[in-house]
Nanobody
Framework: QVQLVESGGGLVQPGGSLRLSCAAS????????MGWYRQAPGKERELVAR???????NYADSVKGRFTISRDNAKNTVYLQMNSMKPEDTAVYYC??????????????WGQGTQVTVSS
């Protein structure tokens, strides 16, 4: 069974940094796109950043120049480095991955979410 486990959330002051990690486990053949989404209270879930297996990336306009997504294909892990954080970055951050696993077709998987709070 495939699982995505996130870590690295927490409380940070405005202007500070956090790094999120998400590791996929299970009998995985291939991971295509991996990405991060977030959902603030009262708002819809939105894309933050995503990266393909080949390394191409795209970002939400609101985080361009501040956040960097990267991945380690050998470890089935995706990272989100968040710098110059703002209060409006406060949300639950979810890892997402498009995975081809044993005895399964390609499916979309989600992590359990990790809270990120930006406040002084």
């Amino acid at each position: 069974q495939v699982q995505l486990v996130e870590s690295g959330g927490g409380l940070v002051q405005p202007g500070g940094s956090l790094r999120l990690s998400c590791a996929a486990s299970g009998r995985i053949f291939r991971i295509n796109v991996m990405g991060w989404y977030r959902q603030a209270p009262g708002k819809e879930r939105e894309l933050v950043a995503r990266t393909s297996s080949g390394g191409s990336t795209n970002y939400a306009d609101s985080v361009k120049g501040r956040f960097t997504i990267s991945r380690d294909n050998a470890k089935n892990t995706v990272y989100l480095q968040m710098n110059s954080m703002k209060p409006e970055d406060t949300a639950v951050y979810y890892c997402n991955a498009d995975i081809w696993a044993e005895y399964s077709s390609v499916k979309d998987y989600w992590g359990q979410g990790t809270q990120v709070t930006v406040s002084s």
